[in-house]
């Protein structure tokens, strides 16, 4: 099965700053990543689809790229509601495995 | 508008079977895949399994293999998940989500979650 991993595990910054998120798969994925965003208590949220492809709705300040093993989560301008649990996900085939995410502070 | 509506909390016992249901509108049942996703205390997200409700056809993470069934009633547009000799390891919050793409899609929409505590 694929692995997936993220670093940092947690970060902290400053509104109106930005951050990256990387994420690496064991084996290559293609495009087949996707970013979710969750607040504590909440459903987690599709923010990017096919590594770069901003879902309806989503600010323009988030944005992803990559291809193959190796993705990238970009948040600028950083909001305080963006303040939350960032997790990568691989999806072209079972299992759908999740990154163990990133706890972003604000 | 897309709704994936999610049973209420359960609380069970070590060794019992939970049953959670996930209510879809707003959109034709038979044309998205839906997934089960659950997520612990204080834990990451773990995928389950996966229905196509056109025909039942599932596939389930190995780890529950042989304990998780995913079910689907095309009639009232209900998936539902039943997980069995459950430990106090269970107890988590479960959601359901869409799948964009036949299978090999982003999960576009999610329930609300249905906590799940085990307990003697």
């Known amino acids: 099965d694929v692995l997936m991993t993220q670093s940092p595990s947690s970060l902290s910054a400053s509104v109106g700053e930005r951050v990256t998120i990387t994420c690496r798969a064991s084996?290559?994925?293609?495009?087949?990543l996707a970013w979710y965003q969750q607040k504590p208590g909440k459903s987690p949220e599709l923010l990017i689809t096919?590594?770069?492809t901003l879902q309806s709705g989503v600010p323009s300040r988030f944005s992803g790229s990559g291809s193959g093993t190796q993705f990238t989560l970009t948040i600028t301008g950083l909001q305080p509601g963006d303040a939350a649990t960032y997790y990568c996900?691989?999806?072209?085939?079972?299992?759908?495995?999740f990154g163990p995410g990133t706890k972003l502070e604000i | 508008q897309v709704q994936l509506v999610q049973s209420a909390a359960e609380v069970k016992k070590p060794g019992a079977s939970v049953k959670v249901s996930c209510q879809t509108s707003?959109?034709?049942?038979?044309?998205?895949?839906i997934h089960w996703v659950r997520q612990a205390p204080g834990q990451g997200l773990e995928w389950m399994g996966i229905?196509?409700?056109?025909?039942?056809?599932?596939n389930y993470a190995q780890r529950f293999s042989g304990r998780v069934t995913i079910t689907r009633d095309t009639s009232t547009g209900t998936v539902y998940m039943e997980l069995s000799s459950l430990s106090s390891e269970d107890t988590a919050v479960y959601f359901c989500?869409?799948?964009?793409?036949?299978?090999?899609?982003?999960?576009?929409?999610w329930g609300q979650g249905t906590l799940v505590t085990v307990s003697s």
């Open positions: 096919a590594a770069s």
């Open positions: 989500a869409r799948d964009r793409h036949l299978g090999a899609g982003s999960f576009d929409y």
């Open positions: 707003g959109y034709a049942f038979t044309n998205y895949y």
């Open positions: 229905v196509n409700p056109d025909g039942g056809s599932t």
């Open positions: 084996h290559v994925i293609a495009n087949y």
């Open positions: 996900q691989k999806y072209n085939s079972a299992p759908y495995t």
